[in-house]
């Protein structure tokens, strides 16, 4: 069974950091390209960030500069180190697979909202 578990949002003011988690299980973890994606209310769900198993990383242009991906292949785990909140940036943010060795499904996790307060 496959499972992505998001942790570490929460509340915190403008200006401030926050670094998101995802713990992946029931796939090869180090063969799947991952996302984090976010959703604000009345929004769209928007994608953020990418990093490829190699380890190539792209971001919204809203965020680079101040978001980073990473990954621990040994925990499982996918992170998104964010600085420099902006209320902007309130949303649920998701992490997902984009493609895990030649498997094109695409697997979310359950979400963990981000607030900004100004």
């Known amino acids: 069974q496959v499972q992505l578990v998001e942790s570490g949002g929460g509340s915190v003011q403008a200006g401030g950091s926050l670094k998101l988690s995802c713990v992946v299980s029931?796939?090869?973890?180090?063969?799947?390209?991952m996302a984090w994606n976010r959703q604000a209310p009345g929004k769209e769900r928007e994608l953020v960030s990418i990093?490829?198993?190699?380890?190539?990383?792209s971001y919204v242009d809203s965020v680079k500069g101040r978001f980073t991906i990473s990954r621990d292949n040994a925990k499982n785990t996918l992170y998104l180190q964010m600085n420099s909140l902006k209320t902007e940036d309130t949303a649920v943010y998701y992490c997902?697979?984009?493609?895990?060795?030649?498997?094109?499904?695409?697997?979310w996790g359950q979400g963990t909202q981000v607030t900004v307060s100004s």
């Open positions: 997902r697979t984009v493609v895990c060795g030649t498997t094109s499904l695409t697997y």
């Open positions: 029931g796939l090869i973890f180090s063969r799947c390209t």
């Open positions: 990093m490829s198993r190699d380890g190539t990383t």
